[in-house]
């Protein structure tokens, strides 16, 4: 099938590539004209595993281009995806300005059948708005439809995810629409679940907020671990045996971030109460999860009394491993609290350096693991990077003026550590 895909993030990436991947004929569209060139030299300008791989061979193969010109495609692709950017706003709710004014670019351009599928996380509603704006802009006579298709991508692992799903959401209001996205995706092996536009944006929002949930609910139980010397691993592996609660997204540590959680959960609030529906969980998931890092920098706090002048060697600064996405990473809160503490902050990530410098002040930022930890008063890890399960511990322990480790992700095994010579630290679990 003919596809087009405008908006060329993260996602709009990822679905293009994956679908190219599976055979489509796939034009990116962006209307960054350096990101097109960079895509076009063959560069994908963020870091996902496989990413660079899967674009190249798809170029070389004529299955996948990229233009800054939407007129290009309109009339040329069957389907095309919405994925540009859905920024919130300062009162949580997403600001909807790029996806109108595509939804504009398609009606003015549109001269015959095309099925237009938003991809981007949007509020419930927003896939009828969007009718509704392309409908007011296109020629009379002119027919299309509009589908929801939400994406389910974790970074560090959206290739997988697209090409081996649990499951496909399409809310459809049209046989033409619902048979459309099923050829598209006949060749995936997954669960289709066709529903309306709305159920299906919905599904998107639910699923999310419930996964911030289990994190939220796990973080709180680590502090109520920690107040009476449980061990919140121990808790969280009883509690996910039982296959009603399932064991995954109940990790303790210093909370989540990234581009959706925090973005998707003010949203939902935000719709939430505009429909008038109090949804208080949502807001007390948000509550938790800030309050989370101020816990893990009270911690800190605890341990070493005062912070004036020592220096703190953070290990990773990304909110997750296998991704260079700095976007509401945890560790730019506790970094900042550290400081105002007095802290002198010496950093290592094995992806993002680069883009840390530009938003980090005052941060001196290292080339490895043990040029973090050098001459350090305490290390303190931010983000589980596989790296960090193989350092030379004892090595990094002589390298340190003192021997505070501070584990935000529970990664390792508190007895091993006492016997490398820390006094280790973790959350929810007993020292
Ligand atoms: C998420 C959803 O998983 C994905 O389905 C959706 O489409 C986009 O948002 P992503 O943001 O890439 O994906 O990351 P994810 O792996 O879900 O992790 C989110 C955050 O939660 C990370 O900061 C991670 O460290 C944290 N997390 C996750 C925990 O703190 N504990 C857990 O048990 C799981």
């Known amino acids: 099938m003919k596809i087009g895909i405008i908006g060329s993030g993260y996602v709009g990436l990822v679905t293009g590539a994956c679908l190219a991947h599976l055979g489509h004929i796939v034009t990116c569209v962006d209307q960054d004209v350096e990101k097109v060139r960079t895509l076009k030299n063959g560069k994908v300008p963020f870091y996902e595993p496989g990413l660079m791989e899967m674009v190249l061979e798809n170029v070389a193969a004529k299955r996948l281009s990229f233009t800054h010109d939407i007129t290009r495609i309109v009339n040329r692709c069957e389907v095309l995806f919405i994925c540009v950017h859905t920024p919130s706003r300062a009162n949580g709710g997403a600001d909807l300005r790029f996806v109108e004014k595509v939804a504009k670019q398609i009606a003015t351009h549109l001269r015959k059948y095309c099925l237009v599928v938003e991809k981007s996380t949007v509020p419930v509603e927003t896939g009828e708005w969007v009718r509704r704006t392309i409908k007011r802009n296109v020629r009379s006579g002119v027919h299309f439809d509009v589908a929801s298709n939400p994406e389910f991508l974790r970074e560090g692992s959206a290739i997988h995810d ?3 799903p649990d499951r496909i959401v399409i809310g459809v209001s049209s046989a033409r629409a619902e048979k ?11 669960p289709i679940i066709a529903t309306d536009i709305k159920s299906a944006e919905l599904i998107k929002h639910a699923s999310n907020s419930f996964l911030s949930t289990k994190i939220s609910f796990a973080n709180a139980l680590s502090r109520v671990c920690d107040a009476v010397g449980a061990d919140v691993e121990k808790v969280t592996l009883g509690m996910g045996l039982d296959p009603r609660i399932g064991p995954q997204f109940l990790k303790a540590g210093i909370g989540f971030g990234g581009s959706c959680f925090p973005k998707d959960l003010s949203a939902f609030l935000h719709i939430s109460e505009q429909l008038g529906v109090r949804f208080d969980i949502l807001a007390d998931v948000l509550r938790v999860n800030d309050t989370q890092r101020e816990y893990f920098v009270r911690k800190i706090l605890s341990e070493m009394r005062n912070l004036k002048g ?5 290990l990773g600064l990304v909110f997750k491993p296998d991704t260079d996405d700095m976007r509401s990473a945890p560790s730019i809160p506790i970094v900042q609290m550290l400081q105002k503490e007095g802290a002198r902050i010496q950093a290592y990530d094995c992806q993002a350096t680069a883009k840390c410098r530009a938003l980090f002040r005052e941060v001196t930022f290292t080339d490895d693991p043990y040029q973090a930890a050098k001459g350090a008063h305490a290390v303190a890890v931010l983000t589980e990077w596989k790296e960090f399960l193989n350092l030379d511990w004892k090595r990094l322990r002589r390298l340190m003026r003192s021997n505070f480790f501070f584990d935000g992700r529970n990664m ?11 006094r280790y630290v973790s959350v929810g679990r007993p020292a």
Not at 180 to 190: H, M, P, V
Not at 310 to 314: A, D
């Open 162 to 164: 697209f090409l081996q």
């Open 310 to 314: 020592k220096t703190l060697g953070i």
């Open 180 to 190: 459309l996205l099923r050829k598209l995706y006949g060749s995936l092996k997954a």
């Open 412 to 422: 390792f095994q508190p007895t091993e550590m006492k016997a490398n010579g820390f």
